[in-house]
């Protein structure tokens, strides 16, 4: 079978969930090979690789390929397209996953799905429209797929691949060396998972009704293991910072399950939610739109619901 | 400085947006028509700079003739002229078509900043901005939430998940901002009069040098094969608090084996 080629998301030297979901998926379609970009791999990396099915591991550990936005990764994907006609490129739906892979799908003049939510036989993508009203069948025309996944849209599964090695050495392209990271800002700290990979996200909204009461919120994304969020009610309001708003203008999250709390379900925020595999909505208002989707809804005060649950979810854990 | 913000028109998110059966393309007489969101701060974010700066803010869109409203807004905050890309051709383009269409427009109106919003609100692709720096070799700098401008040289901050890089690049530049960085202003009456009087461009293929060949369904690299209106999710459970909410949603998250 084909090569599948898969794009390692990682950070400090650790392989993220999206990447042994894609590998998962890559199996089910060919034989995935992992493309780790920039300096950094462990043999803990390499090895939980090669667990969930990489039978190759490509590594191009130069540092310029991390110096750079975005663009020196389509390059070193595109070198290893050329050399190696993959059945299709994988890279997780993050915000720079995307852009890599539309300019990889420039460099190889392929075609690019986006936002893809599962993934067939002959490459055909699944993919929820707006705001999850209108689910979709795609696929790429010309070239090689390139397909960027969202997280959460595969269940990991292990099974071991060969996991070998090969070194990937990249000469970049002047133009891939013009927009250079001057410096990583890590504003964020503390144990909770990203919000666009985290399996549980908890998200509160204008009903949480102040920046204090927002430790409501984490106490019980906490107790569960999982992200908090917010909608653009709670962001715009500055209760919660903006890079945590799920939402049409904010980011997308796709999680096994989505708490909202106090939370409407206006549509704009339905945009970024709506595919969740479970949600339950607290809401004071029984007429929130948030309950026509929710799985389980309790209507009520988050101010008391939500402390009872956290209590509830650390006395059973 | 000679910046270009690109604009998209986009079916209202207020209302029903669909596909059309016939070629599996945006329906867009089914929902009116509104200038993108996060376009707004990218019409902001530029004329900002204009104002610190100087120069010139061109509107660009791509889209058919209904389109000038989305262009006519922006001129109402405050843009100097537009260039619309008209052209019955471009129908059903996809990113990468629209990429190089629009790319070529840029290249023949030239360009010191491109600015653009994250994305769009109904195809939600979020390449376009990477997919214009790729094609016109100029500097990436997207998803910003800041943005400097100082003699020929551009620093943004750039959203990440764990905060944000900075970021520094030679001109000409392609930046796409987020919604984090400024408050979009409300077009004047003052401002809706002198649109009127703004000059647009309106621009078919053959005047931008665009391969038909390139761009509309027929050229796309990608396709919807079908689709279908998502199944409405079935009614849950909707319990009144009573005092034991909490306990009760406790009990449905066990059931589901969560906790």
């Known amino acids: 079978m084909s090569e599948i080629l898969v794009l390692v998301e990682h950070a400090e030297g650790e392989v993220k969930k999206v990447t042994l ?34 039978e190759k591991i490509y590594v191009a550990g130069a540092d310029d390929i991390v110096d750079y936005v975005v663009a020196p990764k389509a390059e070193l994907l595109a070198q290893l397209v050329a050399g190696t006609s993959p059945a299709a490129v994988l890279v997780a739906a993050t915000a720079e996953g995307k852009e890599i892979a539309g300019r990889l799908a420039i460099k190889t003049d392929s075609g690019v799905i986006t936002d893809a939510v599962g993934l067939s036989e002959g490459f055909v993508a699944d993919q929820s429209i707006f705001g999850g009203g209108v689910n979709v069948h795609s696929r790429v025309r010309k070239g090689t797929p390139i397909v960027a996944v969202r997280p959460n849209s595969t269940a990991p599964v292990a099974a071991a691949g060969a996991g070998t090695e090969e070194e990937v050495s990249v000469t970049l392209s002047d133009a891939a060396k013009t927009a250079r990271v001057v410096e990583r800002v890590k504003q964020e700290k503390g144990a909770r998972p990203e919000l666009t990979e985290a399996a549980i996200v908890v998200s509160g909204g204008r009903g949480v009704g102040s920046a204090e009461n927002f430790s409501i919120i984490e106490g019980l994304a906490d107790a569960l293991g999982a992200a908090v969020g917010a909608s653009r009610a709670a962001t715009d309001a500055g209760w919660y910072p903006h890079q945590f708003q799920v939402g049409q203008t904010g980011k997308t999250v796709s999680p096994q399950l989505y708490i909202a709390a106090g939370i409407s379900g206006a549509i704009q925020h339905r945009a970024g939610m709506q595919t969740a595999k479970t949600i339950v909505a607290i809401n004071k208002d029984p007429e929130a739109p948030i309950f026509e989707l929710a799985d389980y809804g309790v209507v009520g005060d988050l101010h008391q619901v939500v402390p009872q649950l956290t209590e509830e979810v650390s006395k059973r854990k | 400085m000679n910046i270009v913000v690109c604009v998209k028109q986009v079916p209202d998110t207020a209302t029903e947006r669909k596909l059309r059966s016939d070629d599996n393309t945006l329906d867009r007489d089914a929902a009116d ?140 530049a392609v930046i796409s901002v987020v919604e984090k960085i400024n408050e979009p202003r409300y077009p004047s009456f003052k401002g809706i009069m002198a649109a009127k009087k703004k000059p647009v461009e309106t621009l078919a293929i053959g005047d931008a040098s665009i391969d038909a060949a390139q761009v509309g369904l027929a050229a796309a690299w990608s396709e919807v094969v079908d689709f279908a209106a998502a199944p409405p999710r079935a009614a849950g459970t909707i319990v009144k608090d009573e005092g034991d909410g909490g306990e009760k949603a406790a009990d449905f998250l066990a059931s589901k084996k969560f906790i």
């Open chain 1, 21 to 54: 979901e894609l590998l998962t998926l890559a199996r089910s379609l060919g034989t995935p090979a992992a493309v780790w970009a920039g300096p950094g791999i462990t043999p803990e990396a390499k090895a939980r690789l090669a667990e969930y099915g990489a």
């Open chain 2, 33 to 172: 028509g509104v200038v993108n969101e996060l376009d707004e701060y990218a019409v902001e974010e530029a004329l900002k700079l204009k104002e610190a700066h100087g120069g010139e803010v061109t509107v660009l869109t791509m889209g058919p003739g209904k389109a000038t409203d989305t262009i006519r807004k922006a001129l109402a905050m405050g843009a100097d002229k537009a260039v619309h890309l008209s052209d019955d051709a471009l129908h059903g383009s996809d990113a990468l078509s629209t990429s190089y269409a629009m790319a070529q427009v840029l290249k023949k109106i030239g360009f010191d900043l491109v600015i653009l919003g994250s994305e769009s609100t109904d195809a939600r692709t979020g390449v376009l901005a990477a997919m214009l720096a790729e094609r016109l070799g100029a500097s990436q700098l997207t998803l910003a939430n800041k943005v400097e401008v100082d003699k020929g040289a551009i620093a943004i901050q750039r959203l990440t998940d764990y905060g944000y890089d900075r970021v520094e690049a030679p001109l000409p």
